[in-house]
């Protein structure tokens, strides 16, 4: 095929238009296997700032790495041994749930009712019905459970990454082969993604201690596995904190009422306006240059193309593309001028 005629252009185009086809089928194809990896990695990427920290304090930094792994690991067990347990109890109990759900659902039915308002005839109310609600719950208990089942493999490539990462720093830096400049433009790309997995995380980890002791004080049934769960879906932009609000807060209404269901929703709203427009901004001095429509199109397609993971996953793969992508261009500009 002739690349170099005056239709050289459309036809590079197309190609490289297949080839994304091409890679975009392969990472669905292999979404089992990318997306612990890729998990992993974005825990690596939050984690990797402790032993930086601990080196800036004087600490050795092989010492660093060692304490950062030590925690990682039994840390990392006890979250997920935790988890495993609560989501377990959080099954066995969906029964008594779905009672409760029922006893809501025949007083609002009631009160319709007592209004002149004929409940029968609201097609609406039919996807809200006790049983369907539990079964939605179960299914998503059951995502969560697949989740912890790589648990293990999770825990020990974070591990593994973040010894890679501390022995990367100084290969890099020396380095002047041809792996070592992949490993400079890759970092080079990845510091708008390390700086949002980083703020991220940190503003999230005091959301998330905010929410468990919230949760604990309204007698909240496993505030510690919303508060967990609060934490990873905070990586999702705009959408992240409605999913991880709702649990609670039905929770909160089947067991003790309508008032401490809306002290929930009040105090989720309240700590993800003042972490999101106040703390947030603070330390994200310059923009991430990504916006509202690229954040919902991203969430749509790394959805579909990885499963759950991929929404969380979206903001960081699609930072790393753009900013892979403008390097390309600059490079390309460069070698015509």
């Given at each position: 095929m002739n690349m170099e005629g005056?239709?050289?252009s459309p036809l590079r185009l197309l190609v490289a238009a297949a080839c994304i086809v091409v890679v975009i089928a392969g990472i669905k194809a292999a979404a089992s296997i990318l997306s612990p990896l890729l998990l992993?990695?974005?825990?690596?990427?939050?984690?990797?700032?402790?032993?930086?920290?601990?080196?800036?304090?004087?600490?050795?930094?092989?010492l660093s790495v060692l304490v950062t792994l030590l925690i990682v690991l039994v840390g990392g067990l006890a979250v997920a041994s935790w988890l495993g347990v609560s989501i377990a109890q959080l099954i066995d109990r969906l029964p008594t749930y779905q009672s409760a759900l029922t006893s809501l659902q025949e007083k609002m039915f009631a009160f319709l009712v007592a209004r002149g308002v004929n409940p029968s005839k609201l097609q609406s109310l039919e996807m809200?019905?006790?049983?369907?609600?539990?079964?939605?719950a179960g299914q998503l208990l059951g995502?969560?459970?697949q989740i912890l089942s790589?648990?293990?493999l999770i825990i020990f490539l974070v591990a593994v990454l973040l010894f890679e990462f501390a022995g990367?720093?100084?290969?890099?830096?020396?380095?002047?082969?041809?792996i070592g400049k992949i490993l400079d433009r890759f970092q080079d790309a990845n510091k708008d993604v390390r700086r949002y997995i980083a703020i991220t995380a940190g503003v999230g980890l005091i959301e998330t201690v905010a929410v468990v002791i919230l949760l604990a004080l309204l007698r909240v049934d496993f505030p510690f596995t919303w508060g967990v769960l609060f934490f990873f879906l905070n990586f999702i932009p705009v959408f992240g904190f409605l999913i991880a609000l709702v649990p609670p807060a039905v929770l909160g209404l089947l067991k003790s009422g309508w008032k401490i269901g809306l002290v929930v929703v009040l105090g989720y709203l309240i700590f993800v306006f003042v972490g999101d427009n106040i703390v947030k901004p603070k330390f994200m001095k310059k923009g991430l240059d990504i916006s509202i429509l690229m954040i919902i199109l991203s969430l749509i397609f790394w959805g579909w193309v990885l499963g759950s993971v991929g929404a969380i996953l979206a903001i960081p793969l699609t930072l790393t593309a753009k900013n892979l992508l403008l390097?390309?261009?600059?490079?390309?500009?460069?070698?015509?001028?």
């Amino acid at each position: 095929m002739n690349m170099e005629g005056p239709h050289a252009s459309p036809l590079r185009l197309l190609v490289a238009a297949a080839c994304i086809v091409v890679v975009i089928a392969g990472i669905k194809a292999a979404a089992s296997i990318l997306s612990p990896l890729l998990l992993a990695l974005l825990l690596a990427q939050s984690i990797r700032p402790f032993p930086d920290w601990l080196t800036r304090k004087r600490f050795p930094a092989g010492l660093s790495v060692l304490v950062t792994l030590l925690i990682v690991l039994v840390g990392g067990l006890a979250v997920a041994s935790w988890l495993g347990v609560s989501i377990a109890q959080l099954i066995d109990r969906l029964p008594t749930y779905q009672s409760a759900l029922t006893s809501l659902q025949e007083k609002m039915f009631a009160f319709l009712v007592a209004r002149g308002v004929n409940p029968s005839k609201l097609q609406s109310l039919e996807m809200f019905s006790p049983g369907r609600m539990v079964d939605l719950a179960g299914q998503l208990l059951g995502t969560v459970g697949q989740i912890l089942s790589n648990a293990l493999l999770i825990i020990f490539l974070v591990a593994v990454l973040l010894f890679e990462f501390a022995g990367t720093q100084g290969k890099s830096a020396k380095s002047r082969d041809r792996i070592g400049k992949i490993l400079d433009r890759f970092q080079d790309a990845n510091k708008d993604v390390r700086r949002y997995i980083a703020i991220t995380a940190g503003v999230g980890l005091i959301e998330t201690v905010a929410v468990v002791i919230l949760l604990a004080l309204l007698r909240v049934d496993f505030p510690f596995t919303w508060g967990v769960l609060f934490f990873f879906l905070n990586f999702i932009p705009v959408f992240g904190f409605l999913i991880a609000l709702v649990p609670p807060a039905v929770l909160g209404l089947l067991k003790s009422g309508w008032k401490i269901g809306l002290v929930v929703v009040l105090g989720y709203l309240i700590f993800v306006f003042v972490g999101d427009n106040i703390v947030k901004p603070k330390f994200m001095k310059k923009g991430l240059d990504i916006s509202i429509l690229m954040i919902i199109l991203s969430l749509i397609f790394w959805g579909w193309v990885l499963g759950s993971v991929g929404a969380i996953l979206a903001i960081p793969l699609t930072l790393t593309a753009k900013n892979l992508l403008l390097q390309y261009y600059e490079r390309a500009s460069h070698d015509r001028g």
